[in-house]
């Protein structure tokens, strides 16, 4: 079983790369990118826009001065190839940092207390060297040309991308990507975790007694009723339960949004889970509800399934108890089905609905990726990609061993 988890993991490697190749390259073509979306707020004098492709190609005969037209392309990466900027994301080629426009034979303030001077060697080649003691050479600067005449470009080179754990930074907030994702971070947590346990434990219950009272009203009424649910978007149900609790016009048991109060820092220990947990009744039931119906009919479907086994009424007629007979035969096969799911465990660091937490007014994973997407901000949106492969591919391991776990007769080679 070892070697078919190492195995696993090795492809892998080649699966989450093909993954983040194609969404890369798509978006890279894809019109209305930051870049055009940058040129286009320039010559509306700073007044935004999406743009598209017609404004980048126009972007030459427009008021932009040269010398921050190249700024641009610069710092997005536009004039550069797009494998290039394929390996640069994935940080197997290094990037151009701290890049600054010198003229060449004055010195040039590149930040941290330190100036550079871009001149002559003793072979007649422009090279970088330290505007204080000018027979220094500075060997890490490396220097290109500029469309200016007079004038270079001056930089250092420094991997930095995916393989250096660097997301990049926010074309939209102007943070690090990381610093986005982990600020929103406990918010995902702390819904997908309390999510993810009543899913679970209220499925798996009422699995139970759909399957264990088949046919009666009892299963007829849950199952109606779980399928509605399913059949209502979350971000809907959400809008009803504010009107009908959240004080919209009816009862103001909860609040209308958010997810802590204002004084929270003063509160104490177990008032702050007291006021967290008033806070998410309503988002919990509008983030879970909608996932309730398949784990339940999973759950009765496999129990049913289970009950009908040959075994099973061997164990029935060598006179055991009914409830020995279901929770020690029957359960334990009846909850494989379930354990394939359970690889989504770590899906609960992601947990988000974009429509909800704009319905419940809360920051959170799923308006940031949104967002992200809207605003063409394509290091926002690599940093989920990365994350939602990653989780998809280490989930479906995690429910392979666990199969492996509950099943004896499931043995990898």
């Given at each position: 079983?070892?070697?078919?988890?190492?195995?696993?993991?090795?492809?892998?490697?080649?699966?989450?790369?093909?993954?983040?190749?194609?969404?890369?390259?798509?978006?890279?073509?894809?019109?209305?990118?930051?870049?055009?979306?940058?040129?286009?707020?320039?010559?509306?004098?700073?007044?935004?826009?999406?743009?598209?492709?017609?404004?980048?190609?126009?972007?030459?005969a427009s008021n932009i001065p040269p010398t921050q037209l190249e700024a641009l392309q610069r710092y997005y990466q536009v004039d550069r190839p797009i494998w290039e900027r394929y390996l640069i994301w994935m940080a197997l080629m290094p990037n151009k940092v701290d890049d600054y426009q010198a003229q060449i034979g004055k010195p040039r303030n590149v930040g941290n207390d330190q100036r550079v001077l871009v001149r002559k060697d003793a072979a007649g080649q422009l090279a970088v060297y330290d505007a204080v003691d000018t027979t220094k050479r500075l060997e890490e600067w490396h220097w290109d040309v500029s469309k200016t005449e007079g004038t270079v470009w001056v930089y250092r080179k420094q991997p930095s991308g995916l393989l250096t754990l660097d997301l990049g930074r926010s074309y939209q907030y102007r943070k690090p990507v990381t610093e986005l994702i982990v600020e929103r971070m406990h918010v995902s947590i702390q819904f997908g975790l309390i999510g993810f346990i009543l899913s679970y434990v209220v499925c798996f219950y009422l699995g139970t007694q759909k399957a264990l009272r088949h046919g009666s009203t009892f299963d007829v009424v849950t199952s109606s009723a779980v399928f509605i649910a399913y059949s209502i978007p979350g971000w809907a149900v959400g809008a009803v339960l504010l009107v009908l609790l959240g004080g919209g016009s009816f009862l103001a048991l909860f609040p209308t949004g958010g997810f802590q109060s204002n004084d929270y820092d003063t509160l104490s220990f177990f008032e702050k889970i007291l006021d967290r947990a008033w806070y998410f009744v309503l988002p919990t039931i509008a983030y879970t509800i909608g996932g309730f119906a398949s784990l339940t009919m999973l759950m009765k479907n496999s129990l049913l399934d289970t009950m009908g086994q040959d075994y099973i009424r061997t164990a029935y007629a060598k006179g055991l108890r009914?409830?020995?007979?279901?929770?020690?035969?029957?359960?334990?096969?009846?909850?494989?089905?379930?354990?394939?799911?359970?690889?989504?465990?770590?899906?609960?660091?992601?947990?988000?609905?974009?429509?909800?937490?704009?319905?419940?007014?809360?920051?959170?994973?799923?308006?940031?990726?949104?967002?992200?997407?809207?605003?063409?901000?394509?290091?926002?949106?690599?940093?989920?990609?990365?994350?939602?492969?990653?989780?998809?591919?280490?989930?479906?391991?995690?429910?392979?061993?666990?199969?492996?776990?509950?099943?004896?007769?499931?043995?990898?080679?």
């Amino acid at each position: 079983m070892f070697q078919y988890f190492v195995r696993r993991l090795l492809l892998a490697i080649p699966t989450f790369i093909g993954c983040t190749m194609v969404v890369f390259f798509i978006v890279q073509f894809a019109p209305g990118g930051a870049y055009e979306q940058q040129l286009n707020a320039l010559k509306k004098g700073g007044a935004g826009g999406e743009g598209g492709a017609a404004t980048a190609i126009g972007a030459e005969a427009s008021n932009i001065p040269p010398t921050q037209l190249e700024a641009l392309q610069r710092y997005y990466q536009v004039d550069r190839p797009i494998w290039e900027r394929y390996l640069i994301w994935m940080a197997l080629m290094p990037n151009k940092v701290d890049d600054y426009q010198a003229q060449i034979g004055k010195p040039r303030n590149v930040g941290n207390d330190q100036r550079v001077l871009v001149r002559k060697d003793a072979a007649g080649q422009l090279a970088v060297y330290d505007a204080v003691d000018t027979t220094k050479r500075l060997e890490e600067w490396h220097w290109d040309v500029s469309k200016t005449e007079g004038t270079v470009w001056v930089y250092r080179k420094q991997p930095s991308g995916l393989l250096t754990l660097d997301l990049g930074r926010s074309y939209q907030y102007r943070k690090p990507v990381t610093e986005l994702i982990v600020e929103r971070m406990h918010v995902s947590i702390q819904f997908g975790l309390i999510g993810f346990i009543l899913s679970y434990v209220v499925c798996f219950y009422l699995g139970t007694q759909k399957a264990l009272r088949h046919g009666s009203t009892f299963d007829v009424v849950t199952s109606s009723a779980v399928f509605i649910a399913y059949s209502i978007p979350g971000w809907a149900v959400g809008a009803v339960l504010l009107v009908l609790l959240g004080g919209g016009s009816f009862l103001a048991l909860f609040p209308t949004g958010g997810f802590q109060s204002n004084d929270y820092d003063t509160l104490s220990f177990f008032e702050k889970i007291l006021d967290r947990a008033w806070y998410f009744v309503l988002p919990t039931i509008a983030y879970t509800i909608g996932g309730f119906a398949s784990l339940t009919m999973l759950m009765k479907n496999s129990l049913l399934d289970t009950m009908g086994q040959d075994y099973i009424r061997t164990a029935y007629a060598k006179g055991l108890r009914e409830n020995r007979v279901i929770w020690m035969h029957a359960m334990r096969n009846s909850i494989i089905p379930l354990m394939a799911t359970i690889g989504n465990v770590i899906a609960i660091f992601l947990a988000s609905n974009y429509l909800i937490e704009v319905a419940f007014n809360i920051e959170g994973i799923g308006k940031l990726s949104f967002d992200a997407i809207v605003y063409r901000d394509v290091n926002v949106f690599f940093a989920f990609t990365v994350i939602s492969v990653i989780v998809t591919l280490v989930g479906s391991i995690i429910s392979d061993f666990m199969l492996a776990v509950v099943d004896p007769r499931i043995r990898f080679k």
